[in-house]
């Protein structure tokens, strides 16, 4: 299934660079999600948009910024991050924000701070 | 908000045996509750999942089971083969989106 893409797959950078993760989803959903998955912790979710909007930020630190310009693409622009930012994290869709949808993930992007 | 209690963390069985995992959630608002399977590597995906009016759903070798008045859910997988062999995460959701147990690692001893 590859309704649900994330590029890239793997990304290294320093704790002073800027980089963007890319999410594109081709079923028509309406509602995209970034999670974080680190080891041994539960998926976290990080941010919520419905039909564009930002819905939901759970506490999620400033140096993480999302972007989502139509409802197929979601970024997640990163600048000055830490160490314990190394994750994998993942992108999802559903048909839209409301309770009962299954969600649909993307293969994730493993982040590498140095 | 939701909290979603997921047991064991890991567990291991003989190829043939079954498996169970347990969840509890806190917010009886939650109405809906899906288990997703993530390989090694790989994305979670949806592999079975259930809502509140319905108290056990089947799908092959695969059940959840949920009882609302004990906010408890469960994953029961037969005649279990390595394939099975993954993290299983149990989720509810409800007014907020899905919130997701910590997981449960499965190994299927051959």
């Known amino acids: 299934e590859t309704g649900v893409t994330q590029t890239p797959r793997h990304l290294v950078m320093g704790m002073t660079n800027k980089k963007s993760l890319k999410c594109e989803q081709h079923?028509?959903?309406?509602?995209m999600y970034w999670y974080k998955q680190s080891a041994k912790k539960p998926l976290e979710l990080m941010f919520v948009?419905?039909?564009?909007?930002?819905?939901e930020n759970n506490s999620v630190p400033s140096r993480f910024s999302p972007e989502c310009p139509n409802s197929s693409h979601l970024f997640l622009h990163l600048h000055t991050l830490q160490p314990e930012d190394s994750a994998l994290y993942l992108c999802?869709?559903?048909?839209?924000?409301?309770?009962?949808?299954?969600?649909?993930f993307g293969d994730g992007t493993r982040l590498s701070i140095l | 908000g939701e909290n979603v209690e997921q047991h064991p963390s890991t567990l291991s069985v003989q190829e043939g045996d079954s498996a169970v995992i347990k969840c509890t959630y806190s917010?009886?608002?939650?109405?809906?509750f899906p288990w997703y399977k993530q390989e090694l590597g790989k994305r979670p995906q949806l592999i079975i999942d259930?809502?509140?009016?319905?108290g056990e759903k089947k799908d092959q070798r695969i059940a959840v089971t949920l009882n609302k008045t004990a906010k408890h859910f469960s994953l029961h997988i037969t005649e279990t083969q390595p394939e099975d062999s993954a993290v299983y995460f149990c989720?509810?959701?409800?007014?907020?989106?899905?919130?997701f147990g910590k997981g449960t690692r499965l190994s299927v001893i051959a």
């Open positions: 999802a869709s559903s048909q839209d924000r409301g309770s009962g949808q299954p969600q649909h």
């Open positions: 079923l028509g959903h309406n509602a």
């Open positions: 948009y419905n039909f564009k909007e930002q819905t």
């Open positions: 917010d009886s608002a939650s109405n809906y």
């Open positions: 259930i809502r509140s009016n319905v």
């Open positions: 989720v509810a959701a409800g007014n907020t989106p899905l919130v």
